[in-house]
């Protein structure tokens, strides 16, 4: 029989040695722990406050079939999702298949031919760039006679304000700020930050549409990007708002007739958000967002000690250990492709599903370099569940997000560790 931490952590192939080291990189960030746990609450509260004056009941997780006209269930789950964002309407449905599809929803939602979007903060996330066209797969927004600006980030690799007031010009009609990082090292933009320019570019055009991607940003402040100024905002399911538990689906919440328009896109003129079967899954989209602000702050935790670990090894991280958090995400540059290779093999032998394969790099539909990916998820892809993502290229960055429970995010952190101490790509200071 195991008995004590160490014993346990040791027949779960952590040496002593790495084990001590990260426990003591746990006590210096104790106190951001409280600090998350303080958010937590808070949003805990306000999702059972929506579900509450919702007065949400067990006939709400009945399932509808074929067209779904009349689907108690998913309208008023669409209304405490309006509630929890603070918005006049939501989209939440499990047609929507991924944050990507959301995005491509909402953007051939709401652009004409002729009209312009602008991207605030620096190129967009790979897969909107396919989306928009700025990779020019088929179908995308060019196509169909919309242009797009991208206004770079500045110097200091936060969005130029003054560069995006004098991009704007008569056409443009949406404003695209993405919150999170995606695969660039950048700073992930707090709720405040996208206030300020969301305010900016409203004084050059009042009437632009302010539309941001949400992925991975929710829950993990007291604000939301649509409590400052945000026209719509889009997500996934299988990232923080779904809670771990969602197994498919995205939301789109935002002003009442740029819903509409989104939900035309998704569905069809004429039907909007009258049709659209739920098929079993609006159980797990109301208990996943009720567990999504725990688990959010799990997966945060998790990074704050990934921070606080790979930055006592000597390595740059993004955000560091004591940063404002705005979303789940650890960036970390690990200078080599082993060093990758051996982080993600950790990560994927710490996971409670497929914790036996061994990830290897590949071309991902999407993105335009080889990416490694390393999940053991209960639902595939899902990256609120432990994962880690690169794309093998220098400086070599490895994206650390997730966690469903904190005990199992600190233990993916160490086996990271500890597989690239194997490797030898690196060794436990004494
Ligand atoms: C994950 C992500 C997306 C796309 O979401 P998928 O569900 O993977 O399609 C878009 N934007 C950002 C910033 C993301 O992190």
Not at 218 to 244: C, H, M, R, W
Not at 312 to 339: K, M
Request: net charge negative; with cysteine.
């Amino acid at each position: 029989m195991i008995s004590g931490k160490e014993a346990l952590l040791e027949a779960m192939e952590i040496s002593p040695a790495v084990a001590a080291f990260c426990q003591k990189q746990e006590a210096s960030v104790r106190a951001k722990f409280d600090e998350i746990d303080e958010i937590c609450e808070y949003n805990q509260w306000k999702v059972l406050d929506a579900f509450q004056k919702e007065r949400v009941s067990d006939q709400h997780f009945e399932t509808t079939s074929g067209y779904g006209y009349t689907d108690l269930g998913r309208d008023t789950l669409e209304r405490v999702f309006a509630r929890v964002f603070h918005t006049e309407d939501a989209l939440v449905r499990p047609q929507i298949i991924s944050g990507t599809h959301a995005l491509a929803v909402a953007a051939f939602g709401l652009l004409r031919p002729g009209d312009e979007i602008v991207f605030a903060a620096g190129t967009p996330y790979d897969t909107m760039q396919g989306v928009v066209g700025i990779r020019p797969e088929k179908g995308n927004l060019t196509e169909f006679g919309v242009t797009y600006k991208i206004v770079p980030l500045g110097e200091n690799g936060l969005p130029d304000i003054e560069a995006l007031k004098k991009t704007i010009g008569p056409k443009t009609r949406v404003v695209e700020i993405q919150r999170s990082k995606g695969y660039d090292y950048r700073k992930t933009l707090s709720p405040r930050e996208i206030g300020e320019i969301i305010r900016a570019a409203k004084e050059v055009k009042p009437d632009v549409i302010a539309f941001v991607d949400n992925c991975y940003g929710e829950f993990v402040q007291k604000i939301e990007p649509t409590d400052v100024g945000a026209d719509i905002a889009v997500g996934s399911l299988i990232k923080n708002a779904g809670g771990g538990l969602a197994p498919i689906g995205g939301y789109i919440v935002g002003k009442k007739d740029l819903v509409e328009l989104c939900a035309i896109r998704l569905t069809s003129p004429g039907l909007g958000k009258e049709a659209g079967a739920t098929l079993g899954v609006t159980k797990s989209f109301y208990q996943g967002l009720f567990f999504a602000p725990t688990v959010t702050a799990a997966a945060v935790k998790t990074a704050v000690f990934a921070a606080a670990v790979f930055k006592a090894l000597g390595y740059n991280v993004l955000p560091e250990p004591d940063e404002e958090r705005c979303d789940i995400v650890e960036a970390i540059t690990l200078n080599s492709e082993q060093a990758i290779l051996s982080f993600c093999r950790g990560v994927q032998f710490a996971a409670p599903v497929d914790s036996f394969v061994t990830p290897i790099p590949w071309d991902m539909p999407g993105y335009g370099c080889p990416i490694i990916m390393a999940a053991g998820s209960f639902n595939s892809g899902a990256s609120i569940e432990l994962s880690a993502d690169a794309p093998i290229t220098p400086p070599y960055n490895v994206f650390f997000q997730g966690g469903l429970t904190y005990g199992h995010g600190k233990y993916g952190v160490m086996r990271a560790v500890q597989e690239m101490v194997k490797d030898r790509v690196l060794s436990i200071p004494e």
